[in-house]
């Protein structure tokens, strides 16, 4: 971790002297999970997921990329061969943010809620709502379905809220029809 420096300092004072409005429990979760996928060593897609308790307590956090303790990928083979996404994953060595917070959260993530947000690597921003890539993929869905997550929220920019929900079993649903068929879950 870097040490924190004195200008780092004078920033948090501005803010903490700023008064502002308390952030809804979805607004905050959504930061939380856009910082977290900026920890992201993905080449394709910054990840970040947050799951939540019932009180909205966080219980664990978690962003894509190469496993534990190995090196951090330099190319990556799914852009090089143009695959679309959602396919080929066994090309991938990435270990996707949802799979690392359900892996830190063990049996806590019965009953929660897990928030969502992505980053476009070549761009810095976010998803629009109608890009399906927003949803977690048919291996993640199946996952958080057996770990007993209740609902999915995922960050869009271009949403008058901001963010949409869904439950596991539609978006599994969803996906296995086909990700080209239709609308969002």
Known sequence: MKPIRDDDLSASASYLDTPR????EHAWALALAWETAKRSTCLRRHVGAVLLDGAGHVIATGYN???AGTPHCETCLREELAVPAGERYELCRAVHAEANALLQAGRSARGATIVLATINPVTGGG???NDQAKWPCLMCARLLIN???EAVVVRVVNSRQGFEIDDPRSI???RERGLNQGDDP
């Open 21 to 24: 409005t308390r952030a809804s």
């Open 65 to 67: 990329g190469a496993p």
């Open 127 to 129: 998803l629009q709502s």
């Open 147 to 149: 770990a007993g997550v």
């Open 172 to 174: 599994l649903a969803w």
